[in-house]
């Protein structure tokens, strides 16, 4: 009996078109799973029988790569690897570029370089982070790991396998590729932008007018979504607002299709929000911006001729009255006093934590035991990734705790929980 051909399975519900395909035995123990699937993210039969095609042979070499045998990787090799990587970093800031503080250019010479902590033992703990934080040294050990998680996500999107030396090069290689693409969006931030080649002609704003780009193929959001995603690997959260935000402006436009989007039509949409009351950075940063990043990835994947979205801006001005605010000095006093007195440890050690340390909620919510920690004789807590998502690559750090969260008791509220058995895993720290 012949096998049937694998081709595009249709979701009963959403009708969007899937790749599923089971995983071979040797391969189960390894991947932990017995089928692979992924959303092509179309409902056009003819366009999910292209993308199957594009990711079943993805599928098939990564299971090569799999079970093949560990093999060395030359510099050239680990350049050409990590190539995409220049213009996903390009990409992921390219709307606000001065606002890509995370890779910290100054410091690229420090990484892959004997980080010897030992010449700051003798200073007072403020005085030894201030000097590492001049020194780079804390830069250079959060992009070096920066670069080893993104190349273990690449390795493992790939399904390769590499020595140690081989990672080496290409963790190097990931570095450099950033590294080039921090320098060219510190170029960016201050208007200097590139030229296009002389070779290349000019594109006539006649022939690709935004208000023409119907007469091409229908180009569903939701594919745009998915092609964007799986290339730039963004958290969950993200897809979720991108997504968010461009079903808002189908339900405005009454359909999905952005080959027949114009800029008049985001003018449209923005100028509606604005009636709706929503607030300027609501409107830029949560509606405006994801859709503008959506579509110059379709342009720059020649999806789309143009992006409609990249002249659209808001010139709106927030009001002071519309502006957050922190708290005076009596509202802040109040709820410090209220903490003071609270018995549930969330409601009284959160608000004083956060006021003595400038931490992020967040930051403090996800806290362990192992976190608070003698740092050269002085009681810290470590914000670090170990213990939960940080914002940004910088968040990491360590905090002296306040004298007055240690005189309000903190340590014997800890030490009464580091002893209680009906908690597992807690050891004194």
């Known amino acids: 009996m012949a096998l049937a051909m694998a081709r595009p399975w249709k979701h009963p519900k959403t009708g969007i078109y899937w790749l599923r395909k089971r995983v071979p035995e040797d391969l189960r123990p390894i991947l932990g799973k017995r089928e692979e699937k992924r959303s092509l993210g179309t409902r056009d039969a003819a366009e999910a029988k292209r993308l199957h095609a594009q990711a079943l042979a993805e599928l098939e070499q990564r299971w090569a790569n799999l079970r093949a045998p560990s093999k060395p990787i030359s510099e050239r090799e680990a350049h050409e690897l990590v190539a995409p990587a220049y213009e996903w970093w390009i990409n992921l800031h390219r709307d606000n570029p001065g606002e890509q503080t995370a890779w910290k250019t100054k410091f690229f010479d420090e990484l892959w370089q004997h980080h010897d902590g030992s010449k700051y033992t003798n200073l007072p703990v403020l005085e030894e982070v201030r000097q590492k934080e001049e020194d780079g040294y804390y830069a250079a050990l959060i992009m070096e790991q920066f670069c080893r998680e993104e190349v273990q996500k690449l390795l493992t999107s790939h399904g390769l396998k590499v020595e140690w030396q081989s990672r080496s090069k290409i963790e190097k290689a990931f570095g450099a590729a950033i590294q080039r693409a921090s320098l060219e969006l510190a170029k960016l931030a201050k208007g200097e932008f590139a030229r296009p080649p002389s070779s290349q002609p000019t594109m006539s704003v006649t022939q690709h007018r935004p208000d023409t780009i119907g007469a091409n ?213």
């Open 217 to 429: 193929e229908p180009v569903a959001f939701e594919t745009l979504i998915t092609g964007w995603a799986s290339e730039r690997r963004p958290m969950q959260k993200t897809i979720y607002e991108y997504k968010r935000a461009l079903g808002n402006l189908a339900a405005f436009l009454g359909h999905d299709d952005a080959s027949r989007l114009s800029s008049q039509d985001l003018v449209a949409w923005k100028a509606k929000m604005i009636a709706a009351g929503l607030q300027p950075k609501t409107i830029r940063s949560a509606k405006l911006a994801p859709v503008r990043a959506i579509l110059q990835w379709a342009v720059d994947n020649n999806r789309l001729p143009v992006n409609p979205a990249a002249r659209v801006t808001l010139g709106l001005k927030t009001r002071a009255a519309e502006s957050k605010r922190g708290f005076d000095d009596k509202e802040a006093a109040k709820i410090l006093t209220a903490a003071r007195a609270e018995t549930d440890p969330v409601k009284r050690w959160v608000p004083l934590l956060g006021a003595y340390s400038g931490a992020r909620l967040s930051e403090i919510c996800q806290l362990r035991v192992q976190d608070i920690a003698k740092v050269n004789g002085i009681w810290c807590m470590k914000i670090v990734p170990e213990a939960g998502s940080l914002k940004t690559l910088g968040s990491e750090r360590i905090v002296p705790l306040h004298p007055a969260v240690i005189e309000a008791g903190f340590f014997t509220v800890r030490i009464q929980f580091d002893i209680r058995p009906d908690i597992p895993g807690l050891a004194a720290g």
